[in-house]
């Protein structure tokens, strides 16, 4: 699993969703609700860093 370089430059918080989501897909390859599911179960939260990743991801676009 690779992650993007820029992702080091998120606040944990927020890489910890990304590390979460990618680790979901060796289970589920695509955005079924069972995907989501297994990220919940995991991080309940999911829905609030998902949106700060938005944000933040946007951020780091131009570097």
Same mark, same amino acid.
């Given at each position: $699993?690779?992650? /993007?370089?820029? &992702?080091?430059?998120? =606040? #944990? /918080?927020?890489? !910890?969703?990304?590390?979460? %989501?990618? $680790?979901? %897909?060796?289970?589920? =390859? %695509? %955005? &079924? =609700?069972?995907?989501?599911?297994?990220?919940?179960?995991? $991080? =309940?939260?999911?829905? +609030? +860093?998902?949106?700060?990743?938005?944000?933040?991801? #946007? !951020?780091?676009?131009?570097?």
């Amino acid at each position: $699993m690779l992650f /993007h370089w820029k &992702t080091i430059l998120l =606040p #944990a /918080h927020v890489a !910890e969703y990304v590390v979460v %989501h990618e $680790m979901a %897909h060796l289970r589920e =390859p %695509h %955005h &079924t =609700p069972e995907f989501w599911l297994r990220v919940e179960r995991v $991080m =309940p939260d999911y829905e +609030r +860093r998902k949106a700060l990743l938005a944000v933040r991801g #946007a !951020e780091l676009e131009s570097l």
